[in-house]
């Protein structure tokens, strides 16, 4: 598998550079460079019309999804990595609760101010 990432390091691309990492996949890492507003670019726009990052690009299936907690969990579920199986209910819950902590706490907390 193949993926872009298009992301700007004070965003929450932090948490799926970590699970691209972790997971050990293949991808390039294309940087949005919101200081000079590429992330309203009618390109950028196609990919998320919301203009937001980080925004992941899976060139192997054509899925393209924003969201950190989304792209979180379809790169475990794609990739058969990070999280238990779906009938493992328990396991799956703390899952699901430690994904949405890296989602919506931990990439906040670990931003970089430019």
Not at 12 to 26: D, P
Not at 48 to 69: I, K, Q
Not at 94 to 110: E, I, V
């Amino acid at each position: 598998m193949s993926y872009v990432l298009f992301s700007f390091p004070d965003c929450a691309s932090h948490v799926i550079r970590m699970a691209l990492e972790e997971i050990g996949a293949a991808y390039r890492d294309e940087v949005v460079d919101m200081h000079r507003g590429a992330h309203q670019s009618p390109e950028f726009l196609k990919l998320n019309p919301r203009g937001m990052v980080p925004v992941l690009a899976d060139e192997s299936t054509g899925v393209t999804l924003s969201e950190t907690g989304a792209i979180l969990q379809y790169l475990a579920e794609q990739e058969g990595a990070l999280s238990p199986a779906i009938s493992d209910r328990a396991q799956r819950a703390l899952f699901l609760k430690t994904l949405y902590f890296l989602s919506n706490t931990l990439h906040a907390d670990a931003q970089i101010q430019y």
